[in-house]
């Protein structure tokens, strides 16, 4: 946007919006905007311009290129200051657009500061995956010792990079959290290994129905036959998927997704040991199966 920054300059001025202030170019707020002793700097006094003025040249380059309506913004929580200045700047320009800023905390250690290395460095993602997958490799090895070790070593960095994942998205993304291994790894709990644990139970309930009939069930829109408590609590929890869905996306808060597929998970495991599924027969198995593969499905996606 380099070769648009002077235009966003001229645009300003042209409005009343920015004026010279000692030698720079500032936008200052009216009163009562919240923002009156925090001005609005666009230009500096050398002619230099600053992310303020890139991030301008982008909202006007995003309502003409793309017709934007909402606007998110994913960074630190630090930065708030600059989103609320270049947000009230943006509506003052008349930019009709939602603007939100999805702030996120700090990972922190188990002693509560800064996530660090041991030598004081910063930690990166790389080798924080690693470490989450040579920490889960012994346990691999112990539950499927009879697995190459090409497919344990897979089974490992599949396990250790979504209890990361999981790990940071299932918390209240605005706020510091402590990252502690033994929690996020762990085989229960709110964490990602529990919800691939109850997927890989879905599955291969799904698999040996297929060995023992030679068949891949395919679910259909016939009404369920629904006899047992766990049966109905489970199904219900399945038709809140959507609703899940349209929070996270009116919120922006992606941990109340993962709160639901925990809940799901939970609901899921009371069926499994309540309820035999390859026994049964006629509608009541076609409507465990059809409870075991929408599971499965939501768990997946």
């Known amino acids: ?149 090409e497919e344990q070593r897979e089974i490992a960095s599949k396990v250790g990079i979504g209890a990361v994942k999981y790990a940071d998205l299932c918390q209240n993304l605005t706020t510091d959290y402590k990252f502690e291994w033994d929690k996020l790894l762990a085989a229960d709990g709110n964490t990602g290994p529990y919800l691939q644990y109850t997927l890989v139970r879905i599955r291969s309930v799904l698999r040996q129905y297929e060995a023992n009939t030679g068949a891949t069930f395919t679910p259909t829109d016939a009404p369920l036959k629904l006899d047992t408590p766990e049966e109905k609590t489970l199904a219900l929890e399945l038709l809140k998927f959507h609703d899940a869905l349209e929070r996270v996306g009116e919120s922006l808060r992606p941990h109340f997704l993962c709160e639901y597929l925990y809940g799901l998970s939970r609901k899921y495991n009371p069926f499994y040991g309540a309820c035999p599924i390859l026994k049964a027969e006629g509608e009541t198995l076609r409507a465990r199966l059809t409870l075991c593969a929408a599971t499965a499905r939501t768990l997946e996606i």
């Open 1 to 149: 946007y380099s070769e648009d920054l002077p235009g966003v300059i001229e645009e300003l001025t042209a409005k009343g919006l920015a004026r010279l202030s000692d030698g720079a170019m500032v936008v200052f707020f009216a009163d009562g905007s919240g923002l009156e002793e925090s001005p609005f700097l666009v230009r500096k006094s050398d002619g230099a311009f600053l992310y303020s003025t890139t991030d301008i040249a982008t909202i006007n380059y995003r309502k003409k290129k793309h017709a934007a309506e909402r606007i998110i913004y994913v960074v630190d929580v630090r930065q708030s200051l600059h989103f609320k200045q270049l947000f009230k700047t943006a509506e003052m320009m008349g930019v009709d657009a939602k603007f939100e800023h999805v702030g996120f905390g700090m990972m922190l250690g188990a002693d509560g500061r800064p996530f660090r290395t041991r030598d004081g460095g910063t930690v990166t993602l790389a080798s924080l995956l690693d470490e989450a997958e040579q920490r889960i490799l012994p346990i691999v090895v112990e539950k499927w010792p009879n697995s190459s070790v």
